[in-house]
């Protein structure tokens, strides 16, 4: 894994997974894959998003988050690392902690939860009026100077019947 180094400037992507239907009342909604519609927004979100060589490709070990960057990996020829920091209900300082050692260009997939926490930590109180989206399949790139990470950017997934189209919010 190439690591960047504390002080060097880097863009990071973090998608929250894309539609997965209804969630199930059991212990086995880690399992719950994604929605035709979902599957539709991984591959647009494959099409969006480029990993330069250094980049890689991280996410929640959900079945959910995984197959919403599997179209990505394949076209990038990359594997899928698994961490448990971006998984439901994992702690923010072990996000921060992996977001501060991610490559610079690397995307990282997560939950709405791990959104929440996360948000928290780019909006400072004066921010945090401002509309932030947590749509599912949506994508917050993030900058990340030394310890400090700021949202730069918000890309929604814009569905009707037939399309999925990702657009930047201003």
């Known amino acids: 894994m190439v690591r960047t ?17 209804t969630r199930g009342g059991g212990a086995d909604d880690h399992l719950r894959p994604l929605s035709s ?3 539709m927004r991984a591959r647009v979100l494959a099409d969006l998003l480029e990993l330069p060589s250094g980049g890689e490709i991280v ?9 919403s ?9 990359r594997p899928v690392v698994l961490s448990n920091a971006l998984a439901e209900g994992a702690s923010r300082e072990a996000l921060l902690r992996l977001l ?9 997939c997560t939950h709405g939860d791990m959104l929440t926490e996360l948000a928290q930590i780019i909006q400072t109180p004066d921010e945090r009026d401002e509309q932030i989206s947590f749509d599912k ?13 700021s949202l730069v950017e918000q890309m929604r997934a814009i569905v009707d ?10």
């Open 5 to 21: 180094t504390p002080g060097e400037p880097a863009l990071l992507y973090v998608v929250r997974h894309a539609d997965a239907g």
């Open 37 to 39: 519609k979902g599957r």
């Open 59 to 67: 996410s929640s070990p959900y079945v959910r988050c995984v197959q």
């Open 69 to 77: 960057v599997e179209p990505l990996a394949t076209r990038h020829q």
């Open 100 to 108: 501060r050692h991610l490559p610079g260009s690397s995307v990282a």
């Open 137 to 149: 399949g949506g994508v917050w790139v993030l900058s990340r100077h030394g310890d400090e990470i």
């Open 161 to 170: 019947d037939r399309h999925v189209m990702m657009s930047s919010m201003e």
